[in-house]
């Protein structure tokens, strides 16, 4: 599980639609949009992935994403949670929201060691495909226009993308047919 902090895109376009200005004051610069937080949780053995755009990534939204995308694992035939696998982000090292939801969950919490990502590396693979394929792929216009591309993008990812690591197959092909 990681949280993955874009840019947010003002109406009208950001500069990927405008360009970027010649000069930039630093009121300008710090006059800014604000951010999105893409909350994502992949699966270990299938790479399916789950992930929301959310406001903030204190410790009770992620633990409250969390429920969510153990739900949504669930619906898929991902009743057992082993372990959830998170960097050492101060929402998931201090809060006892996520404690209490991974506990809920039967799961161990599994820290990986600080500067070392690469621990985390499938989701961390995933948020890199998640920028390159889906929020800067195209030019939006809105944030909204992104936002509203996200589920149509996942479901893409999970059921059609096809995964090297998975011999050319999408994350659903992993998953059991049979209920």
Not at 9 to 29: E, L, M
Not at 103 to 123: D, E, Y
Request: net charge positive.
């Amino acid at each position: 599980m990681d949280v993955k902090k874009i840019g947010r895109i003002p109406d009208g376009g950001g500069w990927k639609a405008h360009g970027r200005p010649t000069s930039r004051t630093y009121v300008r610069k710090m006059a800014g949009t604000g951010f999105d937080y893409v909350h994502s949780a992949v699966d270990d053995h299938s790479r399916l992935a789950y992930s929301e755009i959310l406001s903030d990534e204190r410790g009770s939204t992620c633990a409250a994403f969390l429920g969510r995308a153990a739900t949504y694992f669930a619906g898929r035939g991902l009743t057992t949670i082993e372990r959830v696998i998170t960097d050492n982000h101060f929402s998931y090292r201090r809060s006892a929201a996520v404690a209490a939801a991974i506990t809920s969950l039967g799961a161990m919490h599994k820290f990986i060691r600080p500067h070392c990502p690469w621990q985390n590396g499938k989701v961390e693979r995933y948020n890199r495909t998640l920028q390159t394929e889906w929020a800067y792929r195209q030019v939006f216009t809105t944030n909204d226009a992104r936002t509203a591309a996200l589920a149509p993008w996942l479901e893409h990812y999970n059921n059609q993308r096809r995964h090297s690591a998975l011999g050319g197959q999408p994350p659903i092909s992993r998953l059991s047919t049979t209920s």
